[in-house]
């Protein structure tokens, strides 16, 4: 069969139609492909990130929140003594997730500090410390 043009038809070519690859070199070709790719990278980058700072906040409000309830709980039994009232502490400071590092009494106020620790990010470990006092109101 015939071209228009005279020359020959090869297989797998049709008369009149157009080239699918608009005439650019393989070399080009799949740019759009590397293009997404790393865009979609920045976004896995930017939302692993983004979750590790979500994860320092929750571990400071799980700290705050274990060492107020530690210093109220020792404050319950600060008649008892500091031994008892730190022992107290501890155990509610354990229940929510933290370690009791630090515990006196001070009169009838009682003052703890608590640790968490979290990973933010596999193979990274980290600590978040908070202090609380509780004790009878003051007028």
Not at 43 to 55: D, R, S
Not at 73 to 90: F, I, M, Y
């Amino acid at each position: 069969m015939r071209r228009t043009d005279g020359r020959s038809l090869r297989f797998g070519d049709r008369p009149n139609a157009e080239r699918l690859d608009d005439g650019r070199p393989d070399a080009e070709r799949g740019g759009a492909t590397v293009l997404l790719l790393a865009i979609g990278l920045v976004f896995v980058l930017f939302g692993t990130y983004a979750a590790a700072i979500v994860a320092v906040g929750m571990a400071g409000q799980r700290a705050a929140v274990a060492a107020d309830l530690g210093a109220l709980a020792g404050a319950t039994r600060a008649l008892d003594g500091d031994a008892t009232a730190c022992a107290s502490a501890a155990d509610i400071t354990r229940r929510n997730g933290g370690r009791l590092i630090g515990c006196r009494l001070d009169g009838l106020d009682v003052l703890v500090t608590v640790e968490v620790a979290f990973t933010p990010l596999p193979g990274l470990t980290r600590v978040v410390t908070s202090t609380a006092r509780a004790g009878p109101v003051r007028g």
